[in-house]
């Protein structure tokens, strides 16, 4: 962080850019001075790099340099308000163009404009606002199609678009149509090396998702997600998650549905936390006052539907959890990365993941090459690991509270599948597997129980377990229907319970 830039602007106050955000920005302007005026240029930069920052000294050696305006895009009034706020800081004499702005006859008095896609787009084709003198246009959240309805207004200016995850919302409109080249920033982990970003520590839980459908947009659909995680075994493990992992931290949790947030709340309210709701359907001001009391609870738990991915910055949080899978890269890191920003001595979060996302998509961390995604976006999407594949890899650990439960006894590496094999061999039916299993959670339950009514109590904590091995079981018998899974399911526990009598 030796190399830095300082901007003082007209209310002194500094702004710094890294090194790393330098070395880009020389990057950036080299293709300014070499491609034509009307070239599409696309920035990539992780969450948390600081994109408003480098795109915000952008506008302001722009317009020092070739004495033409900017307008900047945005798809979310929260971030025209933070981008407005940037520049300013930057000493640049910037307006908001929301919805009550109907003409811009004080347009002479401003070198940058911040506009909402929609609000612009209808501005402009109803002939009523005619922005002049427009030499550069910067795209905020460039992955987002909306924007494309506003190229046509813009055919002479350069276009630059800024983007965490230069990968399109839609799979039959991909980026490289639109824009001839990407720049590629420092990757999460040398960001995080270097001190800019907090590390993230992720914690998978086995999840069937055999239930999910994958709608029209590629991604699952919220009716059949909603199904899925609103169920009582669900909240449980989403209850059970929080309080091994992220009790007493400042939590943000992820859902796809209002219904499934709503039953979070609920959940750990029932269960004394403090904790609030937040969806596109809340008042202005309700989510004001829901940020502010976030913002101000070190133990806050907010659970929330869509709206906090992006325009969202709380650099506090410690803790994401996302109770949802999705299909989408580009969720995937602006759900992750709302806990990555440095805030005092924080240097790490944690990350609870109850959708196989990590497993799908790979660390949050882990080098990706954007540049191969940005030209074959196809190829990528194409080949992303299907649920059945992710599940029959998964392998099941007993987490650490649970394993204290049964410190007496705590032989929980019993392999299913080695145990199918060994009773096969042997000439004996399958079952028998099963019936081994059965023994084995006896003997860990009844050596750490005192009566027989503690015994059922700590069977219930198996259940986990008990699913994966009844799981993994059936991919060795090629059963895997969900009525025989349930069956199963059922014998198991019954079996096990009854295994407890005149034991004690």
């Known amino acids: 962080m030796s190399d830095t830039l300082e901007i003082t602007s007209?209310?002194?106050?500094?702004?710094?850019?890294?090194?790393?955000?330098?070395?880009d920005l020389k990057r950036i302007f080299d293709v300014?001075?070499?491609?034509?005026?009307?070239?599409?240029?696309?920035?990539q930069l992780p969450t948390g790099g600081g994109k408003t920052v480098i795109f915000s000294e952008i506008v302001r050696q722009y317009i020092k340099k070739h004495q033409k305006k900017v307008v900047i895009l945005?798809?979310?009034?929260?971030?025209?308000?933070?981008?407005?706020?940037?520049?300013?800081?930057?000493?640049?004499?910037?307006?908001?163009?929301?919805s009550k702005v109907k003409e811009l006859p004080d347009q002479d008095q401003y070198e940058c404009f911040v506009a909402m896609v929609e609000t612009l787009n209808n501005r402009l084709n109803d002939g009523k606002l005619n922005l002049e003198d427009i030499g550069l246009v910067i795209i905020d959240e460039a992955h987002y199609n909306s924007f494309r309805k506003l190229f046509k207004f813009f055919d002479n200016c350069f276009i630059l678009g800024v983007t965490a995850t230069p990968l399109s919302s839609n799979i039959k409109l991909p980026m490289k149509?639109?824009?001839?080249?990407?720049i590629v920033g420092d990757n999460i982990s040398t960001l995080i090396k270097n001190g800019f970003l907090a590390s993230a520590e992720i914690y998978n839980y086995d999840v069937s998702l055999n239930t999910l459908k994958i709608g029209i947009n590629g991604d699952y659909?919220?009716?059949?997600?909603e199904a899925l995680y609103t169920n009582a075994a669900m909240q449980g493990k989403l209850l059970f998650a929080y309080e091994e992992l992220s009790k007493g931290k400042k939590t943000l949790i992820f859902n796809n549905g209002i219904n499934t947030s709503k039953e979070v709340y609920y959940t750990f309210k029932r269960a004394g936390y403090d904790i609030r709701h937040l969806d596109n359907t809340s008042s202005k001001q309700d989510r004001k006052e829901i940020l502010k009391w976030f913002k101000n609870t070190p133990n806050g738990i907010l659970t929330s539907v869509s709206i906090l991915t992006t325009g969202f910055d709380e650099p506090s949080v410690e803790s994401i959890i996302l109770n949802r899978a999705t299909r989408s890269l580009t969720l995937y890191f602006q759900m992750i990365g709302r806990g990555s920003r440095i805030f005092?001595?924080?240097?790490?979060?944690?990350v609870i993941d109850l959708g196989n996302n990590a497993v799908r998509f790979g660390p949050w961390s882990q080098p990706v090459d954007w540049q191969h995604i940005f030209k074959n976006p196809?190829?990528?999407?194409?080949?992303?690991?299907?649920?059945?594949?992710?599940?029959?890899?998964?392998?099941?650990?007993?987490?650490?509270?649970?394993?204290?439960?049964?410190?007496?006894?705590?032989?929980?590496d019993f392999d299913i599948k080695a145990e199918y094999k060994k009773v096969i061999r042997e000439g004996r039916k399958s079952m028998q597997a099963i019936e081994n299993s059965i023994a084995q959670h006896s003997e860990l339950?009844?050596?750490?129980s005192e009566d027989v009514f503690e015994a059922r109590e700590l069977a219930k904590l198996l259940h986990d377990d008990i699913c994966y091995r009844i799981k993994q079981y059936c991919y060795c018998i090629m059963n895997s229907t969900k009525n025989y899974k349930d069956w199963l399911l059922e014998e198991y526990t019954r079996k096990l319970r009854l295994s407890f009598n005149g034991k004690f």
Do not use: W
Request: charged share 35%; net charge positive; with cysteine.
């Open 10 to 23: 007209k209310k002194e106050s500094k702004k710094r850019l890294y090194d790393y955000q330098l070395a």
């Open 32 to 43: 300014f001075d070499s491609a034509p005026d009307n070239y599409n240029l696309l920035y």
């Open 74 to 98: 945005t798809h979310r009034i929260e971030l025209c308000k933070q981008t407005s706020k940037v520049l300013h800081g930057f000493g640049v004499n910037n307006k908001i163009i929301n």
């Open 177 to 182: 149509d639109n824009y001839k080249e990407l």
């Open 221 to 225: 659909t919220v009716k059949s997600s």
């Open 344 to 350: 005092n001595d924080k240097s790490k979060f944690t």
């Open 378 to 412: 196809d190829f990528y999407l194409e080949n992303l690991r299907n649920d059945e594949d992710i599940e029959r890899e998964f392998v099941y650990k007993m987490p650490e509270s649970l394993r204290k439960r049964f410190k007496k006894n705590p032989n929980d």
């Open 445 to 448: 339950v009844i050596a750490n």
